[in-house]
T-cell receptor
Framework: DSGVTQTPKHLITATGQRVTLRCSPR?????VYWYQQSLDQGLQFLIQ???????AKGNILERFSAQQFPDLHSELNLSSLELGDSALYFC?????????????FGPGTRLTVL | AQTVTQSQPEMSVQEAETVTLSCTYD???????LFWYKQPPSRQMILVIR??????QNATENRFSVNFQKAAKSFSLKISDSQLGDAAMYFC????????????FGGGTRLMVKP
């Protein structure tokens, strides 16, 4: 158990819908990262937050957005869902954004878009 | 942009034997970190080992060790005394110490362990 929690574990929805994925980082970790793992794209970085502020953006679609709240939990919002958005979405956390800090991954949320 | 390449989609090893997984990366930076993550069927991402680019000594963690060749931009993982529980997907990952600190992953190598 990494200490990072993600809810829900599984999500099944239809095209065009909107969903919210939730992540709680390890106690004391201020930085949160979101990654997407799909068959087509492999594992890729989406977005990073540090202490409530967006820190870095990767290959995140405009239909996707995220935020980190004052209690440090983070949410990833996916809208106008398409079949290709079906993937495993991971949240990871680290104490700070420093490269020396290990990123610990949550168990992931499996999103299926029908 | 940095890229990470794992040229072996699948590998197999006999239980108790040794196997080496390959990884190459491309970067123009000098300050970075390299990682191997294990993803078992549960899909959890588990850190296996990390290497700081400024360290010449290869990292080791019990049965896991790396061969880090900075000039060649190569970072292979050696698993000794392979166990059935080592069967998983293994991902090589790169992380800059300068920009963003996100992980850039390779495509993964599926390791099968034969009893």
């Amino acid at each position: 158990d990494s200490g990072v929690t993600q809810t829900p574990k599984h999500l099944i929805t239809a095209t065009g819908q909107r969903v919210t994925l939730r992540c709680s980082p390890r106690s004391g970790d201020l930085s949160v990262y979101w990654y997407q793992q799909s068959l087509d794209q492999g594992l890729q970085f989406l977005i990073q937050y540090y202490n409530g502020e967006e820190r870095a953006k990767g290959n995140i679609l405009e239909r996707f957005s995220a935020q980190q709240f004052p209690d440090l939990h983070s949410e990833l919002n996916l809208s106008s869902l398409e079949l290709g958005d079906s993937a495993l979405y991971f949240c990871a956390s680290s104490e700070t954004p420093r490269g020396t800090d290990t990123q610990y991954f949550g168990p992931g949320t499996r999103l299926t878009v029908l | 942009a940095q890229t990470v390449t794992q040229s072996q989609p699948e590998m197999s090893v006999q239980e108790a034997e040794t196997v080496t997984l390959s990884c190459t990366y491309d970067t123009s930076e000098s300050d970075y970190y390299l990682f191997w993550y294990k993803q078992p069927p549960s899909r959890q991402m588990i850190l296996v080992i990390r290497q700081e680019a400024y360290k010449q000594q290869n990292a080791t963690e019990n049965r896991f060790s790396v061969n880090f060749q900075k000039a060649a931009k190569s970072f292979s993982l050696k698993i000794s005394d392979s166990q059935l529980g080592d069967a998983a997907m293994y991902f090589c990952a790169y992380r800059s110490n300068n920009a963003g600190n996100m992980l850039t992953f390779g495509g993964g190598t599926r390791l099968m362990v034969k009893p």
